[in-house]
């Protein structure tokens, strides 16, 4: 057997593992819970629609269709999307420690969410608040690094941070207000992250620009490896890097906005899973976008399973995903660091 051979042995293996580790750990999810639920009954029940033969108790229907199946399905789509924009945004940027949050959209959509909260609006609207607000968020970064005649990348970097700072005072402020028996847990709670409130009806309504988003940013995946190596050389290739940055910009901004909106601040996975995709299948972005979205669906997906099970108590997602994308990150940034110099 040649040495290229079994490169593509090797490759052919870490493709079909991406494939079934999200597919696995979808199944098993089920499983997984106060009310734990045996493998058998897990397959009986998914199939019960189509095998009127197979059917189960109401109880065990509502655990698997009602409770379990739309956190499962929210858990993978914002993983997925929280990866794939940090692994866009890394690419664009140049800067290995960016985030799908850099241009203030995170913090945006944090604001939108706390005055819903505060004027004692349902979920859907807090939901679409702060889906809006994070738009408008990175909007607002993009309209202040354009209104500079230098301006440029960097230019672009200071005023999402400055956006950031901004948005998150008057998060602060909306605290301050927020009556403390009532409001404020509520406002803080979701700005630790969580799923325990997703249903049907929340998913619906990011399909659509998770949809858009996505497929944009994986149509455009061939050319990213061309902007991450420089304006010029784009140029000289007959792209143009502004356009295809802005474009990059939009895609990722409406993702990150609508699972934010669906699960609140999680922050880590958009700066951790590409890292550790980037190692395991390489910098080509043609490979490296489709596995950061099995990886980060993935990973999000055992970090929920973790929340809800670890102890009696569910835990914030976004507390684990800080306390263990932390140290993993770090590891990472040691081992890998050296593919950005």
């Known amino acids: 057997m040649t040495k290229d051979s079994s490169l593509n ?3 052919l293996v870490i493709y079909l593992l991406l494939i079934a580790l999200p597919i696995f750990l979808f199944f098993v999810s089920f499983m997984l819970g106060r009310y734990p639920v045996a493998p058998i009954d897990v397959i009986k029940t998914i199939l019960s629609p189509i095998f009127p033969s197979l059917a189960v108790s109401p109880e065990l229907n509502s655990i698997v269709f009602t409770i379990r199946l739309p956190r ?3 858990a993978l789509l914002v993983g997925a999307c929280l990866s794939l924009a940090g692994a866009s945004f890394q690419g664009i940027f140049k800067n290995p420690l960016v985030s799908p949050d850099l241009l203030g959209v995170s913090a945006g959509a944090g604001f939108g969410a706390a005055i819903a909260i505060l004027a004692n609006m349902g979920n859907a609207l807090i939901q679409l608040s702060a889906f809006i607000f994070g738009i408008i968020s990175v ?10 005649r230098a301006g440029g990348i960097l230019l672009l970097v200071l005023s999402g941070t400055a956006v950031s700072a901004f948005f998150n005072a008057l998060i602060s402020g909306t605290k301050f207000m927020a009556d403390p028996y009532d409001k404020l847990p509520q406002i803080t709670y979701w700005l630790m992250g969580s799923l325990s409130t997703v249903n049907f009806n929340k998913l619906s309504m ?3 620009p998770l949809l858009i988003g996505v497929t944009v940013i994986m149509i455009l995946r061939w050319h990213l490896n061309v902007l991450s190596m420089g304006d010029e050389e784009a140029q000289s290739l007959g792209l143009g890097p502004g356009k295809l940055r802005f474009i990059v910009i939009v895609a990722c ?3 990150t906005s609508a699972a934010v909106s669906i699960s609140g601040i999680i922050g880590w996975i958009g700066l951790v899973v590409p890292h550790m995709t980037r190692i395991i299948v390489g910098p080509d972005h043609k ?3 489709p596995a950061s979205l099995s990886i980060g669906a993935s990973f999000l997906l055992l970090i929920d399973n973790i929340s809800r099970t670890f102890i009696s108590i569910e835990i914030p997602i976004g507390i684990l995903t800080a ?3 932390v140290p993993i990150f770090l590891y990472l940034l040691r081992r890998g660091y050296s593919e950005w110099n």
């Open 9 to 11: 042995i090797d490759n």
């Open 72 to 74: 499962i399905i929210a």
């Open 139 to 148: 909007s607002i970064t993009y309209v202040i690094s354009k209104s500079y």
């Open 206 to 208: 990011i399909i659509i």
């Open 253 to 255: 901004t409406l993702v």
């Open 287 to 289: 490979i490296l976008l």
């Open 323 to 325: 306390v263990i994308g």
